[in-house]
T-cell receptor
Framework: NAGVTQTPKFRVLKTGQSMTLLCAQD?????MYWYRQDPGMGLRLIHY???????AKGEVPDGYNVSRLKKQNFLLGLESAAPSQTSVYFC?????????????????FGPGTRLTVL | AQKVTQAQTEISVVEKEDVTLDCVYE???????LFWYKQPPSGELVFLIR??????QNEISGRYSWNFQKSTSSFNFTITASQVVDSAVYFC??????????????FGKGTKLSVKP
């Protein structure tokens, strides 16, 4: 049981390049989230998904796209990377009980991806 | 608007000292949950505790304790007899029934705790 995994762990991009970050979870969780962590800013939600085939915007969605084609995977894409997207990216997943929203439940986090855009 | 404030950016203590990390939140919801996460130097986020808005009982888990006071909108975290392994960044987070809709966590900016031997 690997929990939440993220690929890659590190990446350096040049401005304008594109890339996709992959998040995978093996806990059969419905809900998945992408956050970015910047020094002194805490974690901020980029996009989230409440189930396969659905995505929604979070607090800081600009410059990112996401897809959830399979329940276990949540992809974060940068179409044209900018230096302002230099950050550590965390994926998380969560569950709900009896069809309720998962506000009660803790989120399980991946190990993070450190991205540098030059 | 919902908000979580951790006013202490960095705290440094000597081993065996007690230390309290402050968390103040803002929400219009009557149903909400509060969380604490730990981020050690290795970088992963570790869940420590959750508390719902209807349960103001304090909780103790070993050297850790949490004090939830709705009257002051605070959810403070105390480490008793701190150890070097407690050195980490600690995040307080809020999840609301309506504002956050799908369990989205609103994080504070974190408090970096350094415990020196």
């Amino acid at each position: 049981n690997a929990g939440v995994t993220q690929t890659p762990k590190f990446r350096v991009l040049k401005t304008g390049q594109s890339m996709t970050l992959l998040c995978a979870q093996d806990m059969n969780h419905e809900y998945m989230y992408w956050y970015r962590q910047d020094p002194g800013m805490g974690l901020r939600l980029i996009h989230y998904s409440v189930g396969e085939g659905t995505t929604a915007k979070g607090e800081v969605p600009d410059g990112y796209n996401v897809s959830r084609l399979k329940k276990q995977n949540f992809l974060l894409g940068l179409e044209s990377a900018a230096p302002s997207q230099t950050s550590v990216y965390f994926c998380a997943s969560s569950y709900s009980l009896a069809g309720n929203t998962p506000i009660y439940n803790e989120q399980f986090f991946g190990p993070g991806t450190r991205l540098t855009v030059l | 608007a919902q908000k979580v404030t951790q006013a202490q950016t960095e705290i440094s203590v000597v081993e065996k000292e007690d230390v309290t990390l402050d968390c103040v939140y803002e929400t219009r919801d009557t149903t909400y949950y509060l969380f604490w996460y730990k981020q050690p130097p290795s970088g992963e986020l570790v869940f420590l505790i959750r508390r719902n808005s209807f349960d103001e009982q304090n909780e103790i888990s070993g050297r850790y304790s949490w004090n939830f006071q709705k009257s002051t909108s605070s959810f403070n975290f105390t480490i008793t007899a701190s150890q070097v392994v407690d050195s980490a960044v600690y995040f307080c987070a809020l999840s609301e029934r309506y504002g956050g809709s799908q369990g989205n966590l609103i994080f504070g900016k974190g408090t970096k705790l350094s415990v020196k031997p």
